[in-house]
Structure formats: C-alpha cells, structure tokens
C-alpha cells in the first residue's frame, strides 16, 4: 500500500474522539493502535530552531541576498541532516515534544511589501519571483527527494500576511485580484507546482473578510483548486480562536473550529480544536471531515518514515548537528549575504590598518543569530572577526546605547572614548543599526506599543549622536549597517567611505565580514529589498494596494535600489539579446557575481538571476 492508503487504513481503525484528538498540534499516542504522541511544532527558518546545539546560518532575509538557489539548496539540505539527527535520538525517549519532531514550519515566504514590519527579515524580501525561487530550492532541499520525505517543509503565512503585527490577529487585508495573485500569491504558487511542499500554514489575518485559516476561497478554491495542492494544512497559533475572539465571525469556539476544519484547515496549533467534541454534537461537522483531516495528517506522518524501520535517514548519526562541515557551509552563506552597497576605494583594508571598531553591535552576539534561531556552540562577533584578521592595532568602543539616548549621570559615558579611538585610527569600522529586539514578531521585541513593527526606519537617535561625532573626527569610516532591514543610510552614502549592509548574518557572520572587509573575498551580495530615504514616501501601513511599494512601484526617493550590490571586481555586462549575456571581469579580484534579467510589463519586474563565478580576467556567457 502507498503511504495513502496506509493512513486511510490507520485512521478507519479510531474512534471519532481519536480522530479529533490527532487534530492538534500536541497530538496525543493512541496505545492500542501503536500511535506514539507527536508534538507537530517545528520551526527551521535558518537552521533547526529552539532545540539546543544547532548550525545557526544567516537569517533567511540574508541569505536571499545571497541570490543563490544551489546554496539555499545546500542549506535547507544541511539543516534538514540536523533536523532528522535530532529526531532520531529525542524518538528514543518514546515521543516527541515541541521542537523534537520532523513537521517544520518554515519558510516564511510572505512579500516584505512595507519595511516598516518587524517580521520582514524572515522573509526572502520584496520580489514574488525572487520569494518563489528560493523558497522552491529552499523546500527541496528540506524534504529530499528519496522513498520517505526527510522532514516536511511548510509555507507560511497564506496569505496576504504582513503587518501590521499589532493588529494581526484582528486585521481585514484588502486586496484586489490583480495584487493577489500576482504579489502575494504568486510564490506560494511557484513553490507548490515546482516543490510540492507537504504543509501550508495559514495566516491570523483575514483576506477580504475571510479568515485566511478558515477560508474557503483561499483554502478549498485556490489552495486545493487552483494550485492542485495535495498536503495538509496549519494554522497558525492560536489563529481559529482569533475567528470568534477577534474577527467575530463565530460567535465560539466550537463554530470557528467547525469552520475552520469544514474549509480545509487540518491541524491547529491552539486550543481551539479540543471543542470539535461540541461542534459535531451540535452537527456543525460531520466524521467524514473529521476523517479527511486525519487522513491527511497521517499520509505525512507515514511518508516522513516514522512508523516504518526501513527509512533511509534514521541512520543520520547525532554528530552532523553543528559539524564542520555545515559550520563552513554558514561562513560561506555568511560571504554570500553581505552586500557592499559604496565603495570610494578604502575597500578592501590594509591588514595593517589601525583599527577602531566602535558601535552598539560590533560585539552582538544577537545581531548574528535573528530570531527563530538555534543555540551555536560556537560564534564570531563582528568584533572578534575582525581582530582575528587584522594585523595592525584593534581597538573597540561601543561608544552608545543601541537604542537608549538617554545616559544617566552615574551610568557610563562611552561616547568619549569612541571618540578618542576614533581620533587616532586609520579607519573607523562603525556598526551600527538594529538588532532582533526592535524588529521582529507581536511580543518578541521592546518596543511593545507597535508590537515588533518599526515606526520609521531611522536609526536610533542614540546612534546618530554618536555617528555625527565619529564623522567630525575626519577618520575615514566604513560604515557596516546590521539589521533585518531597510535603514535611511542617505547620509552615510554621502559622508562614509564604504557603507556595508550586513544581516543578521548567523553564528559565523564575524569571521565572513571580515574576510570581506580585508578582502579575502569579494562582496556578491545584493539588496533583496528596496533602500528608500523616509517611510513617508510610503502609503498607510495598513494598506495592501502594491501601488507605490516595492521597487515595482516605487515613487519616492531611492538611496540604494533593489537588486544594488557592489564587488571589488570590475565587472562589465554586455547583453547580446534580452536572453543573453556576456559577463566580463577586468578587475584584479575573482568574484561570485549575481546577473539580474529584468523585464517591463509596463512595471520593472525580475524575471531571472543566475550567480557565477568570475575569475579575473575572463569572460561567462549567461544564458536565460
């Protein structure tokens, strides 16, 4: 029997209670029956999250900058080696609990439509095209391609999902067709028809007055109909209560669960599905869809192996989690993600330099991991690189608050000392921007009152103090900018004499900036989002219209555009036709180099990207 009938079996032998049961997240063990309890939750954006001792990589806004579909492969392949080793020891305990399992919910293939979403950087940023291939390697190399899946991919959050994170689990996004399918469906699209991914999860919000997890135009008509997707489906946590607490739709629990499971939705994580008991007394459901959802869930559960002994990644040894290997892979992700967005020549440093590093994040540990991160044995701080490197004088001064400009009368003044440093330094290496504590998801960040979401996209006033005294010192700077993010860094275009943007770039982001800074390795990266000067060029957060956003739409003032990146190469691109291209490398640098073929239907519009490497002094012909 195939892995469908297998489940069909299984699931005809429970109970209707049983089958309601195995409707959640924690899913109970049904003894009689050989069910051991599984624990569905899984988080993998960029590398196994929240279980310990784990490869941490760049996070995913970093490594689509990258614009690298073999190493995303590579990547979601190595994670998914340390996701099933894991798996293959916390199974001897008998079950899993959260974190334990195969069912990962990852990746994020929102649209990054609006900078100012704190979720942003777990994205792969503003471009539906980019999104769906890297998000397609992505998803292959998570769930292989042999008899049984290695863990099950699941893309999240369908849809029509991205801020404002204080109104999200309340929010109706409008949208219109034209939008819908061509900006914020298009990926999932691309990435079910070419990766046929096992899980999708649904959005808190609604879309056009539907509850995204309870929806039957986005669930049963698009989801299933349209794009012919054949797994199951999540919600997200706590998602079908939102359908009576805070969309009041439903007037219970009962009615949102009822609707929720009656329109495709198969598995929740939440509370909400333990009144499916009251919903079919009250013949809100019916067994047979109960038994659907089931059926469904354990299709899954069967393909990835887990009640079988021949399975070909049970053998996946514990000693590949955080191995060298994949410890160089993340270095090597790290390189690929860093974008050089100027350059007047200063790059890359003399060895010899006197350095001074100064700035709130030039010895975060933090600022490296994002969130939805795992625990690495092991890390380089961008400080620490760069001491590791350079053969000249280091010195360091946090020289402020990351994002506190207040400086207390008995609390620590370190501006001054930056200053001195800086005074007497070749270069200043400045590192400064945001970290995860101020932009990121509802109740993970400071900044409560926004819930994660940023107000404009300056840099903290704390910051700016310090920058404008760093600048009078006449000390060249190379400013490195880390953040999930855009940043206004107008100024810095103008005044600095290399402006970096770095992501949050994982747990060995330290040691690949510095083998960028001091050139032992060309920069390749490039802006997977648009760099705009103010927020207000931008329309109302809350408005889903792609009129004026993203760099198809775009009117305002641009500092750095989408797709901007810099190498110590000089490169040439000579188009032979709109399909070919012949790339030249004059320069005195091998680089990797990312070529973007764009089309205007009228709009801009990627429609390729190929990244090669070019040595010096050689010509590649692309073809697209």
Known sequence: MNFKERAKELVSKMTFAEKMAQLKYDAPAIERLGVPAYNWWNECLHGVARAGKATVFPQAIAMAASFDED??????????????AKYNEYKKFGDTEIYQGLTMWSPNINIFRDPRWGRGHETYGEDPYLTGRLGTAFVKGLQGDGKYRKVDATLKHYAVHSGPESLRHEFNAEVSEKDLYETYLWAFKYCIENAHPSAVMGAYNRMNGEPCCASETLLEKILRGEF??????????????????HHKVTKNEAESAAL??????????????????????????????????????FEARFRLGMFDSDCEYDSIPYDVVECEKHVELSRKAAQESIVLLKNDGILPLSKTFRVAVIGPNADSKTVLLGNYNGTPSEYVAILRGIQNECEGKVTYARGCHLY??????????????????????????????????????????????????KADIELPESQKKLYEEIKKTGTPIVFVNVSGSCINLSDQDENCSAVIQCFYPGAQGGAALADILFGAVSPSGRLPVTFCKSTDDLPPFEDYSMENRTYKFFGGEVVYPFGHGLT?????????????????????????????RFEYIPHKNLCGFRKVLLKKNTSVTVKF
């Open 71 to 84: 190493m995303m492969f590579d990547i979601a392949d190595a994670i998914s080696d340390e996701a099933r």
């Open 260 to 297: 929720a499971v009656n329109n495709g939705c198969d598995l929740n994580c939440g509370s909400a599905y333990q009144w499916l008991k009251t919903a079919a007394s009250l013949g809100l459901i019916t067994e047979e869809t109960i038994t659907r959802a089931a059926e469904r869930l």
């Open 228 to 245: 012919g997707f054949d797994g199951y489906v999540v919600s997200d946590c706590g998602a079908i209560c939102d359908i009576n607490n």
């Open 568 to 596: 110590y190469a000089d490169v040439t691109e000579k188009w032979i036709d709109d399909k070919t291209v012949e790339l030249t490398n004059s320069g005195d640098f091998d680089t990797l180099y990312t070529v973007l």
């Open 404 to 453: 506190d400009a207040q400086v207390h009368s008995w609390a620590e003044h370190p501006m001054r000392e930056a200053i001195i440093d800086a005074e007497k330094a070749d270069v200043v290496v400045l590192v400064m921007g945001l970290d995860p504590s101020m932009e990121g998801e509802e109740g993970d960040a400071y900044n409560g009152d926004i819930s994660g979401d």
